[in-house]
């Protein structure tokens, strides 16, 4: 998966293959297909961006080698480009895919090449994309046992990475002040603009319970450290596995995701984090809120604890209803039932990739309807409201 290299702690990598652009291809070897299009489409003029738009690429064709060019187009969608344009660095990625395949009238291959019309209406010799050249995941990484507690001790701050519920638990009674960290999208905000120093670190990447998507009879249980683009990706299963009535909720998500952040900042943040650093900007809770989610809470002096989410968890600004020694395991979003509804909304200065202006969503429980003049009787109704400087929500 491709992420943003400026706000990835290097403790965050550890035991993890990284590719850099340098490691893919070079002018001193040989180029991958993906720099040699960007450079024949004339995809890079300053070359500020380049090396990103390229990974993400290589990191969309690692993961499907035949994208469709919806998803190229999603690919870059946290890839900001000031001086090219979009319009050959699409060009030149769309090579990569076609409605046709390999019948596409714009496409032939001759003697190991493919010659395709460019964007500029030139022809150009293309090297195929070879899925056998490129790097191979490291074996001594596959067989590697994560079992065992990583520690890094610096002169100010200590990274704990634990992997075992009852690990975390231990460390966050022991330090409870220590800040727990999946995607570093929040912290690195925090250390760089607000000055905020945390002596210890807990990276709860490694531990079960919060890095899994289970399926209840419920709803969906999600851990409270899964990125939101697997979360994004069970939802769309979900969706068309059960039908859209009772996975509302998924498809309400799926919506909102599709406007939050990049897919870079999606592969590192997590439904976990949206709760609990509690932001008004935070696209996720209004979603959560009117949903009736349901959060399971642990201490190691206390247990297990379930507290739903609408009773008082957002206490003020920037505070949740958690004890220093606690920590939020997982996060259950429950089914819609039949005489259910739900919606929401986000309204922002453009459509990718920015902070919400304003976001809401509302839950609403029907409990009749009129035959005679079509009135609906409504039950219960859940909104909640979320703007750039508070989060309202309603129940009526």
């Not at 250390?191 to 490694?206: A, D, E, G, M, W």
């Not at 209840?216 to 990125?227: Q, R």
């Not at 949903?291 to 009773?311: C, F, M, T, Y």
């Not at 979003?333 to 509302?362: L, T």
Request: aromatic fraction near 6%; hydrophobic fraction near 35%.
């Amino acid at each position: 998966m491709s992420i943003y290299a400026c706000i990835t702690p290097v403790c965050r990598v550890h035991g993890m293959a990284v590719t850099t652009v340098e490691g893919i291809g070079s002018t001193r070897t040989r180029l991958h297909p993906v720099q040699e299009r960007i450079a024949k489409f004339h995809g890079s003029q300053c070359g500020f961006c380049t090396p990103g738009i390229v990974m993400s690429m290589y990191a969309l064709l690692k993961n499907c080698s035949e994208p469709s060019q919806r998803q190229i187009e999603d690919a870059f969608d946290g890839n900001l480009c000031r001086c090219t344009g979009y319009r050959p660095i699409l060009d030149a990625f769309k090579t990569f895919s076609c409605p046709k395949g390999e019948n596409c009238c714009r496409m032939k291959k001759e003697g190991g090449v493919i010659e395709m019309e460019g964007g500029m209406g030139d022809t150009e010799t293309l090297s195929p994309l070879d899925p056998s050249q490129d790097l191979i995941f490291p074996p001594e990484l596959m067989i590697s046992c994560n079992d065992e507690m990583v520690v890094f001790r610096g002169e100010r701050v200590t990274w704990y990475r634990p992997t075992g519920l009852s690990q975390l638990l231990e460390l966050k009674q022991k330090h409870p002040e220590a800040k727990l960290v999946v995607g570093s999208t929040e912290l690195s905000v925090e250390l760089r603009f607000k000055n905020t120093h945390y002596p210890v670190v807990i990276s709860p990447t490694q531990i079960p319970e919060m890095n899994r998507v289970t399926i209840l009879e419920e709803g969906m249980l999600v851990g409270a450290a899964v990125p939101l683009s697997e979360v994004f990706e069970k939802c769309q299963e979900l969706i068309e596995t059960r039908g859209t009535h009772q996975t509302q909720v998924m498809s309400a998500i799926v919506e909102m995701l599709k406007k939050y952040g990049g897919q870079q900042i999606r592969n590192l943040a997590c439904i976990g984090g949206n709760l609990v650093t509690a932001s008004p900007i935070a696209d996720m809770n209004p979603i959560l809120l009117a949903a009736r989610a349901q959060l399971n809470i642990a201490s190691a002096d206390k247990g297990h604890r379930v507290l739903h989410l609408e009773q008082s968890f957002f206490s003020a600004y920037r505070k949740v209803a958690l004890e220093p020694d606690e920590v939020l395991i997982s996060v259950l979003i429950p089914w819609m039932k039949p005489d259910e509804y739900f919606n929401a909304y986000k309204q922002a200065r453009r459509r990718d990739d920015d902070i919400s202006i304003v976001s809401s969503a509302c839950w609403m429980k029907i409990r009749a309807e009129s035959t005679g003049n079509n009135l609906i009787e409504v039950d219960r109704v859940i909104v909640c409201l979320l703007c750039c400087c508070c989060c309202c929500c309603c129940i009526c």
